[in-house]
């Protein structure tokens, strides 16, 4: 029995299993995830998300998420394993909520935080449903410390956020909050894009942003290839724009992200000075 858990835990696609005892908090949301993976003790895990498995959507290491059983999402595989506690989103469809309800399962529907103190929010209640309020305060603390710490007095420095391809993070959103406060002017949010959407390059080429943070691209897929136009577009046109690396594990979620993030954009900040 012992070795055949060892196989699953080990295997990447690997879904979550009925515990005999039941019990355990179960997360559908990888933002979840990242939250709950330092809130509470792995034993009390009974799965996370299999959105955290992938290097596109996780916010947490994978060599992390592979620690711990994964679940799809389905009413059947969830309410199978007993637990104590699940965490969903609030876009959770009707017949899984009702499924849930039916079946007693206690349930914390978190919705979207789009701004630091939305995410804190939501620290907070998810760190009280799972009776770990003082790791949540402390989060919370961790939060506090890097925005303090990315505060700068300098000009805000015109930068572009790309989250993948040719989208990129304008305004409204919490990176968009995030970069401002680091010391930064979001440039999507000047060219006039709200939320993350498709920005042309040839606004990027026209009116560059002295930053550009780009996620880990690499190989021939789309983003790796935009990134290329870009880079031969702006290079063409005489433009001086400051690459840096800001990892795709940093714009998904907020949570204790936004520590990382924070201090991610800090460094960068201090790399282009004035």
């Given at each position: 029995?012992?070795?055949?858990?060892f196989?699953?835990?080990?295997?990447?696609?690997?879904?979550?299993?009925?515990?005999?005892?039941g019990?355990?908090i179960?997360?559908l949301n990888?933002?979840?995830?990242?939250m709950?993976?330092?809130l509470?003790?792995?034993?009390r895990?009974?799965?996370?998300?299999?959105?955290?498995?992938?290097?596109?959507?996780t916010s947490?290491?994978?060599?992390?998420a592979?620690?711990?059983?994964?679940n799809?999402?389905?009413a059947?595989?969830?309410?199978a394993?007993?637990?104590d506690?699940?965490i969903?989103?609030?876009?959770?469809?009707?017949?899984?909520?009702?499924?849930f309800a039916?079946s007693?399962?206690?349930t914390?529907?978190?919705?979207?935080?789009?701004t630091?103190e939305?995410?804190?929010a939501?620290?907070?209640?998810?760190?009280?449903?799972?009776?770990?309020?003082?790791?949540?305060?402390?989060?919370?603390?961790?939060?506090?410390a890097a925005v303090t710490?990315?505060?700068?007095d300098?000009p805000p420095?015109?930068a572009?956020?790309w989250?993948?391809?040719?989208?990129a993070?304008?305004?409204?959103?919490?990176?968009?909050?995030m970069?401002?406060?680091?010391g930064?002017?979001d440039h999507a949010?000047?060219?006039?894009l709200?939320?993350?959407?498709?920005l042309?390059?040839e606004?990027?080429?026209?009116?560059?942003?002295r930053v550009?943070?780009?996620p880990?691209?690499?190989?021939?897929?789309a983003?790796?290839?935009?990134?290329?136009?870009?880079?031969?577009?702006?290079?063409r046109?005489?433009a001086?724009v400051?690459?840096a690396?800001f990892?795709?594990s940093?714009?998904?979620?907020?949570?204790?992200?936004?520590?990382?993030?924070m201090t991610?954009?800090a460094?960068?900040?201090?790399?282009v000075?004035?």
């Amino acid at each position: 029995m012992r070795g055949a858990a060892f196989l699953c835990l080990a295997a990447a696609g690997c879904a979550a299993q009925p515990s005999p005892r039941g019990g355990g908090i179960v997360s559908l949301n990888p933002c979840a995830d990242a939250m709950l993976v330092e809130l509470v003790p792995p034993e009390r895990i009974a799965a996370i998300s299999h959105y955290s498995r992938d290097p596109g959507a996780t916010s947490i290491p994978l060599e992390l998420a592979r620690k711990f059983h994964v679940n799809n999402g389905t009413a059947e595989e969830i309410i199978a394993l007993r637990p104590d506690l699940v965490i969903a989103d609030s876009f959770t469809s009707p017949s899984t909520r009702e499924a849930f309800a039916r079946s007693g399962v206690k349930t914390l529907y978190l919705g979207w935080a789009s701004t630091i103190e939305q995410s804190k929010a939501q620290v907070r209640e998810l760190a009280a449903a799972a009776d770990a309020v003082p790791a949540g305060e402390a989060m919370v603390s961790r939060i506090d410390a890097a925005v303090t710490a990315a505060k700068t007095d300098r000009p805000p420095v015109p930068a572009l956020l790309w989250i993948g391809g040719n989208t990129a993070n304008g305004a409204g959103t919490l990176l968009d909050e995030m970069m401002v406060k680091a010391g930064f002017s979001d440039h999507a949010a000047h060219y006039g894009l709200q939320g993350t959407g498709y920005l042309p390059i040839e606004h990027v080429v026209v009116d560059p942003p002295r930053v550009m943070l780009v996620p880990d691209q690499a190989g021939r897929d789309a983003s790796s290839r935009a990134a290329q136009m870009r880079g031969w577009a702006l290079t063409r046109a005489g433009a001086r724009v400051h690459q840096a690396h800001f990892p795709r594990s940093l714009v998904n979620c907020g949570g204790p992200v936004i520590a990382k993030a924070m201090t991610r954009l800090a460094e960068v900040r201090r790399e282009v000075g004035k």
